[in-house]
């Protein structure tokens, strides 16, 4: 706009000189309000704004000397405490001192994408930086790709990338399997993930992220990967971040590090991951990797003639757990006798009958019956062969009487009870009564919130903290169904409890494996949680069961490996870690249904995800499993070690385990009939 003032006829110089400074003036100020601009922001604005039209808006400043990450809002609320000290930033790693990169430069690409790039100086050197920051069209997610290069090598310092300053919200972080609803993170170096991203939430639940790196990437190879990748946070004192680097920069060398932000405000734990996870599948276009190693009658045979002939069968006792361990565990024995059990129903073959007989009648000798014991129905859970001794050491210093396996027992011994009864006519009262016994010490244990010790000293009776205990939230409504006690009903109705609030409403899954201590984060007991909530739904017809059980199985899913590794040769895809403690790729089902529980929300769901997980899964069962030699049958351990954390070699297999593993397969196998035992 050009602004004019018209002075009179006959008016002095004076007054035409005032006015013409006046019209300079002004035009001057006018041309500087109505300076033209992009219709995103430019470098010229005060800040440049990225919207999408699901309510995700960022907001980068342009501040004092240059442009900062500044804010984030979903909804129109603040994800978190803005950045406006830079974009990303590089950290000393011996004094801890921290250097902001502001951008010098910024280029708004449309109404979602923006490009940032600088420079800076640190110790004589010139660090090159550019970042691209990408909102999804109609998901609240972001892309952020930044990428380096120095110009002379620079030690002792990390980039550090983060999309957030300090909270001011209690926030905690789940990283599987080093963190579970974690007040702080510190790992140096990330190794065994999943899907590699961090879970992060507000205790109060109204705000979940879900922060990692881009799996099309090749994330965390140590083969080529030229620095090292650590997450770092802390409540309230230390932003969640990547640092990457491990304190060496080399010139020539253009660094890369891909990350993904996905958010969610739906205010529950069910929700927000459901919610979360749908969205990472669709912005990284998941699919499920083909895999066919055998059929499943296939695998079923070579599992049964490997059982018969095995040298692992103890007459008048039972199976030997694996190769590596000389003991009988025993609170498998009830599932292994189920298993034999079923196989003679379908063959007739009386071979199969005595098997089962023999193991339950073992576990008897296993209770303790005296009624002045504190412990009294509790079983122990190892019988190691080479010294004939019941005792419950697991193998580990984590000593104590195992309260879920103890369950886990209960419920089979009673199934299989009610089966004999069923087909035979014959009352196995004494198996009826251990069982009864057993679950009746279950119920005794329970602590003040709800849940299930994992442990309970055997002298004291000292318990520890609460956990999932997953086989015996899924085998108290059976027990009850079977035997009508009251006091399952209840310990049942109080296992829910803590299942909502602390196990699900925390994102933090513990105690499916006995040798480890409670509050080790783990993933097996999550496939028990969804199978709880199906059964629940069988029973109930509650939609809200199969949403938590669609929920827990894709918390589940963030912990498989989401591809093949390119550095290893053995399938990765669908693995998981098995546990911080022993870190490796596995596959199996641990105590678990976890085919079934995907394939049952594959066919009530409608989503052939869980399908296509399921038969992968199942796939890869029969790819660990041995075929020939005295361990035929027999099913791997792992299926790979990525990183060599616990064998020299990525495409190791470990131990072979008889009962267990494979047991717990080709149980799933039976009843699902997916296949049938020859005749």
């Not at 803590?498 to 480890?516: I, M, Q, S």
């Not at 993933?523 to 949680?529: I, L, Q, R, T």
């Not at 196998?669 to 005749?679: F, H, I």
Request: aromatic share 12%; charged share 25%.
């Amino acid at each position: 706009m050009t602004i004019s003032i018209k002075i009179p006829a006959g008016r002095s110089a004076f007054y035409q000189l005032l006015a013409a400074a006046l019209i300079l003036v002004m035009n001057s100020a006018s041309s500087k309000l109505e300076a033209p601009r992009s219709k995103f922001g430019d470098a010229e604005s005060a800040s440049i704004v990225l919207t999408n039209t699901v309510g995700l808006t960022w907001t980068f400043p342009r501040v004092k000397h240059g442009w900062a990450l500044g804010k984030l809002s979903l909804h129109g609320k603040p994800v978190e405490t803005p950045v406006l000290t830079g974009i990303l930033m590089l950290r000393n790693k011996n004094t801890g001192e921290e250097r902001w990169m502001l951008a010098s430069r910024a280029k708004p690409v449309d109404e979602r994408a923006a490009q940032f790039s600088g420079k800076g100086q640190v110790d004589g050197v010139s660090f090159s930086f550019e970042i691209d920051i990408a909102l999804e069209k109609d998901l609240a997610a972001a892309q952020i790709r930044p990428r380096w290069s120095v110009d002379k090598n620079l030690d002792g310092w990390d980039v550090c990338l983060t999309f957030q300053d300090v909270s001011k919200h209690d926030l905690r972080c789940t990283l599987y399997p080093f963190a579970g609803n974690s007040t702080a993170v510190d790992r140096e170096r990330l190794t065994y993930v999943g899907v590699p991203a961090a879970l992060l939430f507000r205790e109060d639940l109204s705000l979940v992220a879900l922060f990692g790196m881009d799996p099309a990437s090749d994330y965390l190879n140590p083969t080529t990967w030229t620095g090292a990748t650590g997450f770092h946070f802390k409540d309230r004192a230390v932003a969640p971040q990547y640092r990457v680097g491990d304190g060496k920069f080399s010139v020539g060398v253009d660094y890369n590090f891909p990350l993904q932000l996905f958010l969610s405000d739906a205010g529950n734990s069910v929700n927000a991951i459901t919610a979360l996870v749908h969205s990472w599948i669709r912005v990284n276009n998941y699919r499920v990797q083909p895999l066919f190693v055998r059929t499943p009658n296939e695998a079923l045979a070579v599992y049964l003639e490997g059982r018969r002939r095995t040298s692992m069968w103890n007459p008048g006792m039972g199976y030997q757990i694996q190769d590596m361990w000389k003991a009988i565990y025993i609170p498998e024995q009830p599932v292994s006798a189920w298993f034999d059990y079923l196989v003679y129903e379908h063959t007739g073959d009386k071979f199969w009958r005595e098997r089962a007989f023999q193991q339950m009648d073992f576990v008897l000798k296993a209770q303790h019956v005296d009624p002045t014991d504190l412990h009294v129905g509790v079983i122990e859970t190892n019988y190691e062969l080479d010294n004939k001794v019941f005792n419950s050491k697991d193998h580990s210093e984590n000593f104590g009487y195992r309260v879920d396996m103890n369950a886990y027992a209960a419920r089979y011994m009673l199934k299989l009870w009610e089966r004999v009864k069923e087909k035979e006519g014959l009352d196995r009262k004494d198996w009826y009564q251990a069982a009864v016994r057993i679950a009746d010490w279950v119920t005794r244990q329970q602590n003040p919130d709800g849940g299930l010790p994992q442990v309970v000293n055997y002298k004291t009776g000292t318990k520890t903290v609460s956990v999932v205990s997953g086989r015996a939230l899924v085998a108290m409504p059976e027990i009850y169904r079977i035997t009508g006690g009251e006091k399952s009903a209840r310990l049942s109705e109080g296992m829910e409890r803590f299942l909502r609030k602390n196990v699900e409403g925390r994102y933090w899954f513990t105690g499916a494996h006995p040798d480890l201590w409670a509050t080790d984060f783990e993933a097996d007991s999550v496939w028990c949680a969804v199978e709880y909530w199906l059964n629940k739904y069988g029973r109930t017809n509650d939609r809200e069961c199969l949403a938590r059980a669609e929920a827990d199985a894709l918390f589940g899913f963030l912990m498989f490996c989401p591809k093949q590794l390119s550095w290893v040769r053995n399938p990765t895809q669908t693995c998981h870690a098995e546990q911080e403690h022993y870190l490796q790729y596995s596959n199996y089902c641990y105590n678990n249904r976890k085919i079934e529980c995907l394939y049952r929300l594959g066919e009530l769901t409608g989503q052939s995800l869980f399908t296509q997980l399921s038969e992968r899964i199942m796939q890869s069962g029969f790819w660990a499993q041995e075929t020939h030699g005295p361990y035929a049958g027999a099913q791997y351990e792992r299926m790979s070690d990525p990183w060599k954390g616990v064998s020299n070699d990525f495409d190791s297999k470990g131990t072979l385990y008889m009962t267990e593993l494979s047991l717990d397969s080709n149980l799933q196998l039976l009843e699902m009939e997916k296949a049938k035992p020859r005749k």
